[in-house]
T-cell receptor, first 114, second 112 residues
Framework: EADIYQTPRYLVIGTGKKITLECSQT?????MYWYQQDPGMELHLIHY???????EKGDLSSESTVSRIRTEHFPLTLESARPSHTSQYLC?????????????FGEGSRLTVL | GENVEQHPSTLSVQEGDSAVIKCTYS??????FPWYKQELGKGPQLIID?????GEKKDQRIAVTLNKTAKHFSLHITETQPEDSAVYFC???????????FGPGTRLSVLP
């Protein structure tokens, strides 16, 4: 069982609101990721981090921002939510030292912006 | 950069039959190929993986084969059961700390 947790699991908010999706892992993993999963199933990497104070943009452009102040915590923030941000957001982590390195996913945060 | 294609996008099989999902990759530097299973309402979970120095790996009812020359790898599930119904993703990575590139996913339905 993966020790990576996301909150909230479901969130419905109005346009223009600021939201933060929380992600925490207790495995001591250096690398963490945020994926956006569209209704067609595809996983799109939007942010990742190699460790504390490291943040990088992923393959899919996103208006969200992330921070990595502590190894175990990798929150994602949307300053002003829009309906186009409605999606499932998946957080993941992996150990840098492992070749390949298994990705451990959280259960996801489903965001609906009205 | 790496590009991973996956086929089919949906697959329906009768319980007890076999299921095969195929992926191709473009970057010859990729050397690690995991398969993830995503059940409804959950995050993807690793079910099997293979490295480029191995041609085949098996774990009970699931197996993965890799053809480096042709740059493709496949997931085989035998004696399918209803609990195998899920979305399956293949992925490729070129090594330590490198990001994974995922295929678009296959929705497998096992019909009783």
């Amino acid at each position: 069982e993966a020790d990576i947790y996301q909150t909230p699991r479901y969130l419905v908010i109005g346009t223009g609101k600021k939201i933060t999706l929380e992600c925490s892992q207790t495995m001591g993993h250096d690398k963490m990721y945020w994926y956006q999963q569209d209704p067609g199933m595809e996983l799109h990497l939007i942010h990742y981090s190699y460790g504390v104070n490291s943040t990088e943009k992923g393959d899919l452009s996103s208006e969200s921002t992330v921070s990595r102040i502590r190894t175990e915590h990798f929150p994602l923030t949307l300053e002003s939510a829009r309906p186009s941000h409605t999606s499932q957001y998946l957080c993941a982590s992996s150990g840098l030292a492992e070749p390949g390195g298994e990705l451990f996913f959280g259960e996801g945060s489903r965001l609906t912006v009205l | 950069g790496e590009n991973v294609e996956q086929h089919p996008s949906t697959l329906s099989v009768q319980e007890g039959d076999s299921a095969v999902i195929k992926c191709t990759y473009s970057d010859s530097a990729s050397n690690y190929f995991p398969w993830y299973k995503q059940e409804l309402g959950k995050g993807p979970q690793l079910i099997i993986d293979i490295r480029s120095n191995v041609g085949e790996k098996k774990d009970q009812r699931i197996a993965v084969t890799l053809n480096k020359t042709a740059k493709h790898f496949s997931l085989h599930i035998t004696e399918t059961q209803p609990e195998d119904s899920a979305v399956y993703f293949c992925a490729a990575s070129s090594g330590y700390g490198q990001n994974f590139v995922f295929g678009p996913g296959t929705r497998l339905s096992v019909l009783p």
